[in-house]
């Protein structure tokens, strides 16, 4: 058995590990989004795409997961104060920690993200991210594809985003109403009943 193996069973049950509660104790204290010389978890960050080469960033993305973090109703035309717009319910927590670090990192696509710790306060992700204009990644022709795609992150493109959009199923039985979007089968469902 690889390496890899023994350290995604230990990743299993975290909170047994002598250490988890000093790290956490540890990331409190560190900046929202900071970036990382190694991954946490080097094997899901392997299985993700993740390379140890230039051109490969990770980032460290803290979400607060105590606050009121969705629309409130507005009454009577004015919008609440306890509101807040921070975040969207059909987002999860994952892809908008995926959109903070993209906005962080300007020159860099999102490749994908996992989740490292939570306690009742915060959650914590690692994001991977890539440098599409690194000359490493332009030669490397398993990854010299990120660098034609722009914002793939705020388009639902990653694994989370397809997955808040409801396009992890296949074509085919459960998928009749999810392609091109949710949004365009109603458009074309209400245009059939106008017709």
């Known amino acids: ?10 990743w299993k049950k975290p909170k047994e590990n002598e250490f988890y509660k000093e790290r956490l104790i540890a990331w409190r204290r560190d900046p929202v989004t900071i970036r990382i010389e190694k991954p946490t978890r080097i094997d899901r960050a392997r299985s993700l795409g993740y390379k140890a080469k230039p051109g490969f960033i990770i980032v460290r993305q803290r979400l607060s997961r105590s606050k009121r973090q969705h629309p409130r109703d507005w009454v009577k035309g004015k919008r609440p104060r306890a509101s807040s717009q921070i975040k969207n319910l059909e987002k999860s927590y994952q892809q908008v920690a995926e959109e903070r670090a993209a906005r962080k990192f300007i020159n860099c696509e999102v490749l994908n993200s996992y989740q490292v710790a939570e306690d009742g306060k915060f959650f914590w992700f690692e994001i991977i991210l890539v440098d599409r204009t690194n000359p490493h990644i332009v030669a490397d022709k398993n990854i010299n594809w990120i660098s034609s795609e722009k914002n793939r992150v705020f388009r ?3 694994s989370s985003g397809l997955k808040s959009r409801g396009l992890r199923n296949n074509k085919g039985k459960g998928a009749e109403k999810l392609r091109p979007s949710r949004r365009a089968n109603l458009n074309r469902r209400k245009k059939a009943l106008k017709d």
Not at 1 to 8: E, F, N, S, T, W
């Open 156 to 158: 639902g493109l990653t």
């Open 1 to 10: 058995m690889g390496l890899y193996k023994y350290v995604r069973d230990a």
